[in-house]
């Protein structure tokens, strides 16, 4: 009786025992790889409770998070063959677990793979520009290229990069005073010329608005001429007219506005013969002699 119960226990704790090797739990945050006699059998990407054979089959979890890798500064030569200090950085996940396992084995070992691939990457991209477009506008751009090439090497290990980012992108102290320099001296020629060209394009513009402006005077100044011409014309038909009409009155009316400009000028005193024509008017209402 008592051996029967020892064994049913024994069977028991054995049975248990069997159970807990055959049953393992893939946590929420990590994909999981089951290799038998270390070649790999299975891998389950969902989280929950997964089955493998005891005591033959091993499991190898690969974190299936965001993750972050820091490269160390390092040193960049860029097309100008000026050095740079640059610290950068990339978020990366795992999105293929066995192709990962099968490159890189361990996530220590993926880790350094990836931060030799991202600096040889860095100094590639940033070696075909140089300091100018590193610090000014360019950098974003430069960023997506690299992250696009490290996106294409790394896919070979089963990561997909998310983002990469330059934190630091600095010169040397040895060489950053000439450098600035340098840029100083670069951005001064570069408003001397701008300014020479905006002084080229304005005395163009003054020069084809003053040609404007001289053909606008001339054709008005020819307009005026003709509409002057025939309003004279004008005005001697109608004298003319009014002369045929009735002379008497008409060489009356011009005799007065002759006296009215001469009484005009000086202080008023006009010295002329008693018979003159011009005085005609005043010695006879008729202009009779």
Same mark, same amino acid.
């Given at each position: 009786?008592?051996?029967?119960?020892?064994?049913?226990?024994?069977?028991?704790?054995?049975?248990?025992?069997?159970?807990?090797?055959?049953?393992?739990?893939?946590?929420?945050?990590?994909?999981?790889?089951?290799?038998?006699?270390?070649?790999?059998?299975?891998?389950?990407?969902?989280?929950?409770?997964?089955?493998?054979?005891?005591?033959?089959?091993?499991?190898?979890?690969?974190?299936?998070?965001?993750?972050?890798?820091?490269?160390?500064?390092?040193?960049?030569?860029?097309?100008?063959?000026?050095?740079?200090?640059?610290?950068?950085?990339?978020?990366?996940?795992?999105?293929?677990?066995?192709?990962?396992?099968?490159?890189?084995?361990?996530?220590?070992?993926?880790?350094?793979?990836?931060?030799?691939?991202?600096?040889?990457?860095?100094?590639?991209?940033?070696?075909?520009?140089?300091?100018?477009? @590193? =610090?000014?506008?360019?950098? $974003? *751009?430069?960023?997506?290229?690299?992250? &696009? +090439?490290?996106?294409?090497?790394?896919?070979?290990?089963?990561?997909?990069?998310?983002?990469?980012?330059?934190?630091?992108?600095?010169?040397?102290?040895?060489?950053?005073?000439?450098?600035?320099?340098?840029?100083?001296?670069?951005?001064?020629?570069?408003?001397?010329?701008?300014?020479?060209?905006?002084?080229?394009?304005?005395?163009?513009?003054?020069?084809?608005?003053?040609?404007?402006?001289?053909?606008?005077?001339?054709?008005?100044?020819?307009?005026?001429?003709?509409?002057?011409?025939?309003?004279?014309?004008?005005?001697?038909?109608?004298?003319?007219?009014?002369?045929?009409?009735?002379?008497?009155?008409?060489?009356?009316?011009?005799?007065?506005?002759?006296?009215?400009?001469?009484?005009?000028?000086?202080?008023?005193? @006009? =010295?002329?013969?008693?018979? $003159? *024509?011009?005085?005609?008017?005043?010695? &006879? +209402?008729?202009?009779?002699?």
């Amino acid at each position: 009786m008592k051996r029967s119960a020892a064994f049913a226990l024994g069977a028991t704790l054995i049975g248990f025992f069997i159970l807990l090797n055959s049953a393992f739990i893939v946590p929420e945050s990590k994909s999981a790889i089951v290799l038998r006699f270390g070649a790999p059998k299975n891998t389950y990407m969902t989280a929950g409770l997964k089955f493998k054979i005891p005591f033959v089959d091993n499991v190898q979890f690969i974190d299936r998070r965001n993750r972050e890798i820091d490269l160390n500064e390092i040193q960049v030569i860029v097309k100008n063959q000026e050095r740079l200090l640059v610290d950068a950085f990339a978020r990366f996940k795992i999105v293929d677990p066995l192709l990962f396992y099968q490159s890189v084995t361990t996530e220590e070992e993926g880790n350094d793979r990836l931060k030799s691939l991202m600096g040889q990457t860095v100094r590639r991209v940033l070696g075909e520009v140089s300091v100018d477009d @590193i =610090v000014s506008g360019k950098r $974003s *751009e430069l960023m997506h290229r690299i992250r &696009d +090439l490290l996106s294409n090497g790394a896919r070979q290990f089963g990561i997909e990069i998310i983002d990469v980012k330059i934190r630091r992108a600095d010169l040397p102290a040895q060489n950053s005073q000439a450098v600035f320099q340098r840029m100083i001296t670069e951005r001064n020629q570069l408003a001397q010329q701008i300014r020479a060209e905006g002084n080229e394009q304005s005395q163009k513009i003054t020069a084809q608005a003053e040609r404007e402006r001289a053909e606008i005077l001339a054709s008005a100044n020819e307009q005026s001429e003709k509409l002057r011409g025939k309003a004279d014309a004008t005005r001697s038909a109608v004298f003319a007219t009014a002369y045929g009409r009735d002379p008497e009155f008409f060489d009356f009316y011009r005799s007065l506005l002759a006296y009215e400009q001469s009484f005009k000028t000086g202080d008023g005193m @006009i =010295v002329l013969s008693p018979d $003159s *024509e011009f005085l005609r008017y005043l010695n &006879d +209402l008729k202009g009779r002699r």
